[in-house]
């Protein structure tokens, strides 16, 4: 069965470091989600592609998070600098199309601890 | 804007107890609920979901929900619970349209006693 996989599932970084985060969804799915989920609370998204666009980023915050997708198949989240409040589950999502937000195959997951 | 409550945080059942997860929703229109699983060490996967129709609602490995719109409700029920249902579970919303996102809740850990 195929699955989004993402890389590295951990990550220990120290504050002010610049991380990244790879994830590679599905084949065949447009669209792309990046998640964060901080402990104890539900995942929030924070970028939203389909294709190479860039459909929803209004919760990410633009002044050390970015997000890419270049090609339109895998994609990168990067932090820099990271915060201690950047300590999170960021998760990966794909669907097949932008109308199947409902359908959403989700990644393991890459766990960040800033210290 | 849409927004969900779990009130419960850590409910501990014993095996075979029944289950109810509260779950209430916070939005003015049509909305679109769902019920995510996340078994541990495992992905966030659908367990149900409802769109329109029968408010009451059957998803994977016996579950169900039901869909109360004057109190804007969609709790998880499970009559008999068994070890292997232990995971954290998820309510979430969207808008009408297919292609809003969808806003969680805060989970709900559920640990099941052998």
């Known amino acids: 069965e195929a699955e989004v996989a993402q890389s590295p599932r951990y990550k220990i970084t120290e504050k002010s470091q610049a991380v990244a985060f790879w994830c590679d969804p599905i084949?065949?799915?447009?669209?792309l989600y990046w998640y964060r989920q901080i402990l104890g609370q539900g995942p929030e998204l924070l970028v939203q592609f389909q294709d190479e666009s860039v459909v929803d980023d209004s919760q990410l915050p633009k002044d050390r998070f970015s997000a890419e997708r270049l090609k339109g198949v895998d994609s990168t989240l990067k932090i820099q600098p990271a915060e201690l409040g950047d300590s999170a589950m960021y998760l990966c999502?794909?669907?097949?199309?932008?109308?199947?937000?409902?359908?959403?195959?989700f990644g393991p997951g890459t766990r960040l601890t800033v210290l | 804007a849409q927004s969900v409550s779990q009130h419960n945080h850590h409910v501990i059942l014993s095996e075979a107890a029944s289950l109810e997860l509260g779950c209430n929703y916070s939005?003015?229109?049509?909305?679109?609920l769902f019920w995510y699983v996340q078994y541990p060490g495992q992905h966030l996967q659908l367990l149900l979901k409802?769109?329109?129709?029968?408010?009451l609602v059957k998803g994977i490995k016996g579950f169900e929900a039901e869909f109360i719109k004057s109190k804007f409700s969609f709790n998880l029920r499970k009559p008999s619970v068994q070890w292997s249902d232990t995971a954290e579970y998820f309510c979430?919303?969207?808008?009408?349209?297919?292609?809003?996102?969808?806003?969680f809740g805060s989970g709900t850990r559920l640990s099941i006693r052998p």
């Open positions: 409802y769109f329109s129709g029968d408010p």
């Open positions: 084949s065949g799915h447009a669209t």
């Open positions: 939005y003015g229109g049509t909305v679109n």
């Open positions: 979430a919303t969207s808008g009408y349209s297919s292609a809003s996102k969808i806003i």
């Open positions: 999502a794909s669907s097949l199309r932008l109308a199947d937000t409902d359908t959403q195959y």
